[in-house]
Each structure stands twice: as C-alpha cells, then as structure tokens.
C-alpha cells in the first residue's frame, strides 16, 4: 500500500515555503517523492490533477462530463504502486471541499494510506492576507463587502469534516500563529516539515547538516504596503484584467523609486496612495472577522469533529 501526506491548506499559512523546502528535500535525496508538476514556473505546485479540481471548482455534473478521471486515477495508482512515500501539497483544496472529496475518494479506491497535513490561522489575520491575495485575481470590492460576500466560503469546516471522514485519526491540524510565534530556533515551516514526516512516515528527525542544506534563499515576506493594495484595487477597477494588476504588482514592487515615494509620502497625498483609506477598511474587516471568529474553523473548537488530531 502507497503512502501518501496531503497538504490542503489553508490558504496564507505558509503554503509557499513549505513546498519550497518540499522542492528542495527531494534535491537532498530525503526518502519520499514530493510529486509536482515540472511544467509550473517554479515547481512547487502540482497543477497537473489536483490542483486543477480545485482551481476549476468543478460541480458534480462538469466533474461527470468534463474532468478525465483517468489522469486523476492513473496518478493515484502511481502513488499507491510506489515503494518511496509521497508527499502532495495544494494548498487551494482547503477552500474547495467538493475537490478534496473526489481526490480523497480516489485514494480510497485505490487503497492508498493517506495523511492530511491542514493549517489554520486566527481568523482576521486570515481575512487580511486572504483578501490581498483576492485583490490580485481581480477583487474590486472594499474588504467588508469581500468579506461578507465570501463569508460561506471562509467559515467553512467542511474540508476538515470530510478529512476526518476519509482519515480518522491521520488529520494533523497546526495553529499558524502559534507556530510563527513560538518557533524560534529553526524556520518554523521547517520544523513543521520535519514533524509531519516524522508523524506520516516515522521519519527520523533531520540532522544538523540537512538542516543547513535545506536553506531557502527569499527575502522574508512582509505583506504589501496597504497603498500598493489601493493601486492594485483601482487597476482592476479600471483595467477588469488581473493580469494586468499582477504585472502592475511585479514592476512597483521592483521599483525602488516608487518604494521610495511611498515611504516618503504623507497623509495629504492622492487618497488612493493614502494608507489611511485602507488601513480603516481593514479596521472594518477585523471587526467584521472577531464578530463570526467563534463560528469558525480557525477559532479550534471542533464541536462536531472528533477525529483531527490538534498538534503543535
């Protein structure tokens, strides 16, 4: 029986080092494969079957007539025929539990052994950062109206529900804040790696010199200026092409003369380069978020889930 630890998310937990080091543990020769698809930019995502469910959002129809079940079936049996175990994050499933559920069903049929590797984070910090990676693919509303629109989509619990469903007792749920906060002797998305493989696959801990090898070379991610975020609003206000905001999100980041204008402007500026516009809508969005905080996944109270194992 193949062996086989799902990263599902959430959003914004650090989805992004964890697959870089992920990348970067299969270059070291560490005992798994860390399956993705070579045809993404930077390899980390594996946008070949998984991600394309959950990305699409397909619906149980589209899913019966459109979505080719044999390439999702095919690289299962992979899986399950492989003698290494394996590791698969997409972090996009969290949010999407229809998705999650057809993958896991797969896995099922094919009698894989599968682990659930899920993240969550206090529930305004999880808004903010979800709502500037919303503004990148084309959000043109203020965060409260995102917010209250999206609200079904962000309280969801049902991709833990049917994680606990397909795995009982192989669900590892990590609290995020905790984790940045209290891991201070190593990267902590390092040292969640090295504990997920150690609790999926009895792996043995890392030694000192794997741990030096496995170095990630980016700068620490600092959010955006809430200034960039207003210009990136009225770009797709404007232009109704995303791609064209992430182009325009890429150059200002780059350019150090705007960074420089930015540092150095002051309140009295364009109010769409006015940090104070937007710092106030995000007031309103961490208002917003503490008032439904206890009805969500992120607050740790699984009232009807008794199979997740809460971890640090």
């Not at 044999?70 to 996009?92: A, Y």
């Not at 940090?275 to 995000?282: D, H, W």
């Not at 699984?302 to 194992?309: A, D, E, N, P, Q």
Request: net charge neutral.
């Amino acid at each position: 029986m193949g062996k086989l630890l799902l990263h599902i998310g959430s959003e914004k937990t650090g989805s992004r080092s964890l697959q870089a080091y992920l990348n970067l543990s299969s270059e070291f020769g560490l005992p798994f494969d860390y399956l993705t698809d070579a045809g993404h930019i930077h390899g980390y995502y594996d946008y070949s079957t998984s991600a394309e469910l959950a990305l699409k959002g397909y619906s149980n129809s589209e899913l019966n007539s459109d979505f080719d079940f044999g390439v999702l079936d095919e690289r299962i049996k992979k899986v399950k025929d492989n003698t290494l175990p394996s590791v698969l994050s997409c972090e996009l499933f969290y949010r999407n539990p229809n998705a999650l559920r057809i993958f896991l069903s797969c896995c099922k049929k094919h009698s894989v052994d599968c682990s659930i590797l899920a993240l969550v984070r206090s529930f305004p910090k999880y808004c903010r950062s979800l709502y500037g990676e919303a503004i990148k693919w084309g959000e043109v509303e203020r965060p409260l109206k995102w917010a209250k629109r999206t609200r079904l989509s962000l309280l969801s619990l049902e991709a833990l529900s049917i994680c606990a469903d397909f795995c009982p007792g192989k669900t590892f749920l990590w609290n995020f804040d905790r984790l940045i906060d209290e891991v201070n002797w190593v990267d902590p998305i390092l040292f969640l790696l090295e504990k997920s493989l150690a609790q999926c696959f009895e792996f043995d801990s890392f030694s000192d010199d794997q741990i030096a090898a496995l170095t990630l070379d980016r700068p620490q991610n600092q959010g955006l200026d809430p200034r960039l975020l207003s210009i990136m609003r009225e770009s797709n206000r404007s232009f109704k092409d995303s791609r064209v905001t992430r182009a325009l999100l890429s150059c200002l980041s780059k350019n150090h003369l705007v960074q420089k204008a930015l540092d150095n402007s002051c309140e009295h500026d364009e109010p769409f380069l006015s940090p104070l516009r937007m710092q106030r809508e995000f007031k309103q969005l961490e208002k917003f978020a503490q008032s439904v905080e206890h009805l969500h996944s992120h607050h740790l109270v699984f009232s009807g889930i008794k199979s997740l194992y809460i971890t640090f």
